[in-house]
């Protein structure tokens, strides 16, 4: 006889925001944003006394990453703008972001994970899928086990719901943050699943949740009392259908334990516009970096790639690509930058940049491509 599925989503809390506190942890209980290019870091002057930069200093295009739950209080939230976000919490302590810092955290959390229940699906850099069904332990004991094991690696917390499949964990991991843990069975969706917002399914996103507000259905359970030709009427077959599924809870996805990357790109905004010809300078050092960290990006996930791409975005917020492919795969950086500049050339420069990014595409895996690269010129 097959065993009920279970399915777990584990979200950490805050995460970047978190991994900033083990550092400062004298700001635990404040309200915390991190982001920013050019934000400064905290520093310590000859007396021991800490000095933090305040969110209304900020003067930038700088985006929040992630605040804290004091900050998110007071209504900031990642993907706002800092200079907006300073209307809402002036005195907010704002910290300068540190990816190396947060992966780091992020392998440590999800190692402690696999230790215990080996199947995940990995879900970005602080959220993961994990099948539990063969897992030798009721729900709510594996989940206390799992956020245990969580803590000890890192000591940060995590939220965790186990249910039948990857919708229902997702939006239970939700429902009881910080440091929630939710068992959900499909005979709770009535109670528990249908008073929630239609937006609180991942999938249905700003434009289809005023489309349905538009015909009054603004919780998950007035979605499900709709018809399915209703639906389909209304967004499509594919959507129509999947919309009418998961609202009553059902969702038979399985859990993806590895998949090969499509493309890996990099792009930065930058602090003002910058002028093709008079910051030559300071573009070309940005290249340089963003071909640095594309390399090591490609290098860790083991990847080699034949076509190279560029983006750049107008003042105008104009947005132009170019790609361009190459005889030998490539993951070099100076081989990565050679090839980020024939796309460059193939750009007709009206206006000043405000944004420059490249991707790396058409992947292979390196044990796949026997080759040895080419030394080539950084200019070409």
């Avoid at 215990?116 to 069904?133: H, S, V």
């Avoid at 609202?247 to 990357?261: A, K, M």
């Avoid at 405000?354 to 080759?371: F, K, T």
Wanted: glycine share 6%; proline share 4%; aromatic share 6%.
């Amino acid at each position: 006889m097959d065993r009920e599925r279970r399915i777990a989503h584990l979200d950490m809390d805050a995460f970047f925001a978190s991994v900033e506190l083990l550092r400062y942890p004298m700001l635990k209980g404040q309200a915390v944003v991190v982001g920013g290019r050019s934000t400064k870091a905290p520093f310590q002057d000859e007396s021991g006394q800490w000095h933090y930069a305040k969110l209304k200093e900020y003067v930038g295009r700088g985006v929040v990453t992630t605040s804290t739950y004091e900050a998110r209080a007071l209504g900031v939230f990642s993907g706002m703008g800092l200079m907006q976000s300073a209307k809402l919490a002036p005195d907010a302590i704002l910290l300068p972001a540190d990816f190396e810092a947060y992966r780091h955290y992020s392998r440590q959390f999800k190692t402690a994970v696999k230790a215990i229940a080996p199947l995940i699906e990995d879900r970005g850099i602080d959220e993961i899928y994990i099948d539990l069904t063969d897992v030798e332990h009721e729900s709510r004991e594996i989940a206390v086990l799992l956020k245990r094991a969580v803590y000890q690696a890192t000591g940060l917390t995590c939220s965790i719901a186990v249910a039948p499949n990857k919708l229902l964990a997702k939006i239970g991991s939700d429902l009881d943050k910080p440091d929630g843990l939710t068992i959900l069975t499909m005979e709770d969706v009535p109670s528990r699943i249908w008073p929630l917002s239609v937006g609180k399914i991942n999938g249905i996103g700003p434009k289809a949740t005023l489309k349905l507000k538009e015909h009054g259905v603004e919780t998950i359970g007035q979605l499900a009392q709709q018809s399915r030709e209703f639906l389909v009427q209304l967004f499509g077959t594919s959507t129509g259908d999947w919309m009418y599924r998961v609202s009553r809870g059902q969702d038979d996805r399985p859990i993806v334990t590895h998949s090969d990357p499509k493309s890996v790109s990099r792009e930065t905004t930058f602090a003002r516009d910058l002028d093709v010809r008079a910051d030559k300078k300071q573009l070309s050092e940005i290249l340089e970096d963003l071909c640095f960290k594309l390399s090591n990006d490609l290098k860790r996930k083991g990847v080699v790639s034949r076509t190279i791409g560029v983006k750049v975005k107008f003042a105008d917020f104009k947005v132009i690509t170019r790609d361009i492919s190459v005889d030998e795969a490539i993951q070099d950086p100076v081989q990565l930058r050679r090839a980020a500049r024939e796309c460059l050339r193939r750009i007709e420069w009206s206006a000043r940049i405000r944004l420059l990014g490249i991707r790396a595409g058409n992947l292979s895996r390196v044990e796949e491509i026997m080759h040895q690269p080419r030394q080539l010129s950084l200019w070409g």
